[in-house]
């Protein structure tokens, strides 16, 4: 079991860029596949970013592709979101979650894969 906490979300204007951290605690993160998605009220979860348990492979939105970019620190047990180039769209709360998957080489996509999810921090792309 793990336990996740997202961090680094605020107000940003379009064109701008933050930083999404999730710290994990609990069990051995680098057997986690991590993942995250926002969810604005009204709308559906929707998948943004995923990275296998060691980080070789990486997965995008298309609507994210080329703006955001996931890593990981499995040292530091965290994810990161870098998120560059920001819209008003963007708005939303982003939640992490973890999929146990200690074979690595896979990430997920859909959110019904996932086990473990944090709280969320507010993101606000707006002038």
């Known amino acids: 079991q793990v336990h996740l906490v997202e961090s680094g979300g605020g107000l940003a204007q379009p064109g701008g860029s933050l930083r999404l951290s999730c710290t994990a605690s609990?069990?051995?993160?680098?057997?986690?596949?991590m993942g995250w998605f926002r969810q604005s009220p009204g709308k559906e979860r929707q998948f943004v970013a995923a990275?296998?348990?060691?980080?070789?492979?990486?997965g995008y939105d298309d609507s994210v592709t080329g703006r955001f970019t996931i890593s990981r620190d499995n040292a530091k047990n965290t994810v990161i979101l870098q998120m560059n180039t920001l819209k008003p769209e963007d708005t939303a709360d982003y939640l992490c979650?973890?999929?146990?998957?200690?074979?690595?080489?896979?990430?997920?996509?859909?959110?019904?894969?996932?086990?473990?999810w944090g709280q969320g921090t507010q993101v606000t792309v707006s002038s």
């Open positions: 979650a973890a999929n146990w998957s200690p074979y690595g080489g896979t990430y997920y996509t859909m959110s019904g894969a996932y086990n473990y």
């Open positions: 990275i296998s348990s060691e980080g070789e492979v990486t």
């Open positions: 609990g069990d051995t993160f680098s057997d986690y596949a």
